[in-house]
Structure formats: C-alpha cells, structure tokens
C-alpha cells in the first residue's frame, strides 16, 4: 500500500450505533487530520495531530472522537451520530505541520 | 473569521483553451495556499503547494500565482484537455498557536472541458 489509506469506503449506520474509521499513512507523515465534507459546503477541518498529539479540535461535536495511537494510524470513533453527520470523511497527512498535505480516498458514511 | 472563497463556482470551456480559476482569503497573513483537484466520488489529489515567501509554483501545464496584499491566488492551466475536468478546490492555511492550524477550503470550482 502507498500513500493514504482508509477503511471502510463505504459505511451505513444507524443513530445507536458505534463504529470507526481508519485511517493509515505510508508516507513516514508526521502530522495527520480529519475533515468533513458535506453536500454544497466547504470542506471542514475537524481535527489535527502532529507527533500523535491533537493540535486542534474545531468545535467538533463530542459523538467524534479521534484516537492517534502512532504517527501512521489515524481512528475517528463514531457514537449516536445524526443523519445530519452523514457526509464524506477525508484523511489526511503531511510530512509536518505547514506542508502538503496528502489526502485518503475518503470513507462515505450514511447515517439512517 | 478567515475564509476562502472561489469563484467561478463552474465553468465549462472548449477543449485546447487556457484557463484561469480564482480564490481570495480574507486574512493575508497567511502560511500557504494549496490547490487541489477532486473527480467525482473520490479523495483530493494535491496539484501545487504554495508557500507563503513564495508568488508562484509550476507543474507541467498547471501555474499557481499567490498575492497576498490583494489577498488572492490564481490557478492557470494551459491548453486545457478532457481530462482536466474535475472540482478544483482552494485551501489555505494560517499559522496560530504553536504551528499551522489545518486547512481552510473553499468551495470550489466545477469544471468542464468540452471535446
């Protein structure tokens, strides 16, 4: 595997449910994100961690929680979403803090 | 609040015309721009990073300008092919704290290159 990695693509969940998406670098990345992208909005930053530290934390709801257990591996765990949460959630990493940044494929999560 | 902003939101030309896209930024004191591509159903391929000591970066066909007096970048792409439909997307990034804060995006522009 190269670059950018996430599992699962596609993900249908219901509002009680708990799931995770992964996410895993090969890039020897020290910094790594999650952003959302809804339907006629902008992508939104979500959360940053650089060296397995959260960096930011943009007003997310507490339903999402990441979890960056080392510099590859990238988790963002779901609990009693809302349908409106349903969205494509993209990975992302880069060597530090301030350079390119490199995206997943991005996982589809529907919320019934 | 710093923004991005895109305009045209599409734009659809023949095949074998240069193009320009435009984005402005609301806060110049920015840390880089990037430009991305994004096809249907998929992730952002990263087509030019600009840094903020820098007015412009190059790859192949593709030129990105950045100004940040006027607070704005463009994205030149020459003789236009096909293949170069897609969303074009904006992100910009600001320093806070103890480093770079994460990627602002506009909304980007759609678009089309007729055969």
């Known amino acids: 595997e190269t670059g950018v990695t996430q599992t699962p693509r596609h993900l249908v969940m219901g509002m009680t449910n708990k799931k995770s998406l992964k996410c895993e670098q090969h890039?020897?990345?020290?910094?790594m994100y999650w952003y959302k992208q809804s339907a006629k909005k902008p992508l939104e930053l979500m959360f940053v961690y650089s060296l397995e530290e959260r960096v930011e934390n943009n007003s997310v709801p507490s339903r999402f929680s990441p979890e960056c257990p080392n510099s590859s591996h990238l988790f963002l765990h779901l609990h009693t979403l809302q349908p409106e949460d349903s969205a494509l959630y993209l990975c992302a990493s880069s060597q530090d803090r301030g350079l390119e940044q490199f995206f997943g494929p991005g996982t589809r999560l529907t919320v019934l | 609040k710093q923004e991005v902003t895109q305009i045209p939101a599409a734009l659809s030309v023949p095949e074998g015309e240069n193009l320009v896209l435009n984005c402005s930024f609301t806060?110049?004191?920015?840390?880089?721009l990037q430009w991305f591509r994004q096809d249907p159903g998929k992730g952002l391929t990263s087509l030019l990073l600009?840094?903020?000591?820098?007015r412009e970066q190059t790859s192949g066909r593709l030129n990105a300008s950045l100004d940040k007096s006027s607070g704005r970048s463009t994205l030149y792409i020459a003789a236009s092919q096909p293949g170069d439909s897609a969303t074009y997307l904006c992100?910009?990034?600001?320093?806070?704290?103890?480093?770079?804060?994460?990627?602002?995006f506009g909304k980007g522009t759609h678009l089309i290159i007729q055969p």
């Open positions: 600009i840094q903020s000591s820098q």
């Open positions: 806060d110049s004191a920015i840390y880089n």
């Open positions: 890039l020897g990345h020290n910094a």
């Open positions: 992100a910009a990034e600001w320093y806070s704290g103890g480093g770079a804060d994460g990627l602002t």
